[in-house]
């Protein structure tokens, strides 16, 4: 790890005006500073800033601090009773430890977990860019088939973001110049393209202070998981949803999926196929078909083409009591 001036803010405003990389819990930025992937001059301590609560909003929402931790979240009661689809990704992510550490507004930055990225030795147009992508044509296996272009083929890794897409999250930020930003959580990330070092709408210096929920969606909502072990590993598929049925059709969808693409994977297709249609097999093979139409694996990812299908197929089999 190289040397860095530390700082410490007592508040949103002072962090921004510290200039620097913001620091909370530090459970992905520490690693990458230890392989010298990130190699920030200046860290600017957040931990201590009055962001870690969880409010009631009039309408009916909830308003979340960045910094209230990844396990408190899980376990707020109101999590729990109006968006357990959040509540069960969050418990799905790393560890208790790192859950217990690991801040509501890092999760959404953390970075790719890609083999090639944290090889310092191979090419990777998102930690060098203009280097290449090693990943192409490499070992592939838990990467994207979704979104990819020749440059960068990584996923992103958080559940919590996953699910935070399927209720339509807003991210909240404060900027060097004292305004505030709402960002959508669909608008939040960005596509490769051949800038896939450009991860998300964030400026320098510009810091998340709150996300925000709306009301509780209707019906049932559900989020699953598949991966190689039970525990602390990324997911292969997984998918984010709430849906409500009425009169035997299904009046409302919000589908995301992790482990597919660069970023929390939504498409507006995959659940415009769903509305007004009675829950069938045939109907939600339309669906992964929607999805799928513009998947392309890359050698040993193949196989979560056929993965997703049936794990999107399972999971409106659950959401729908077809």
Known sequence: MKTFEYAKADSPEAAVAAGGRFIAGGTNLLDLMKLQIETPEKLVDISRLDLATIEE??????????????????????????YPVLSRALLAGASGQLRNKASTGGNLLQRTRCYYFYDTAMP????????????????????AILGTSEHCIATHPSDM????????????????????????????????????????????????????????????????????????????????GTVSVEDGKIASAALAFGGLGPMPWRDPAVEASLIGQAPSTAVFEAAADALLADAKGYGSNDFKIPLTRRTLIACLRDLTAE
């Open 161 to 240: 973001a996953v699910a935070m897409r399927a209720l339509d999250a807003v991210i909240v930020t404060l900027q060097p110049g004292g305004d505030r930003r709402r960002i959508p959580i669909g608008d939040f990330y960005c596509l490769p393209g051949d800038t896939p070092h450009i991860e998300t709408v964030i400026h320098p210096g510009e810091l998340i202070t709150h996300i925000e929920l709306p009301p509780p969606p209707e019906g049932t909502q559900l989020y699953r998981k598949v991966r190689d072990r039970a525990s602390y590993a990324f997911a292969l598929v997984s998918v984010a």
């Open 57 to 82: 909003r009039g309408d009916g929402g909830l308003t979340i601090g960045a910094l209230v931790p990844n396990s408190d979240l899980a376990a707020d009661p109101r999590i729990i009773k109006g």
């Open 124 to 143: 990777c147009n998102k930690r060098a860019p203009g280097s290449g992508c090693a990943a192409i044509g490499g070992f592939n296996r838990i990467l």
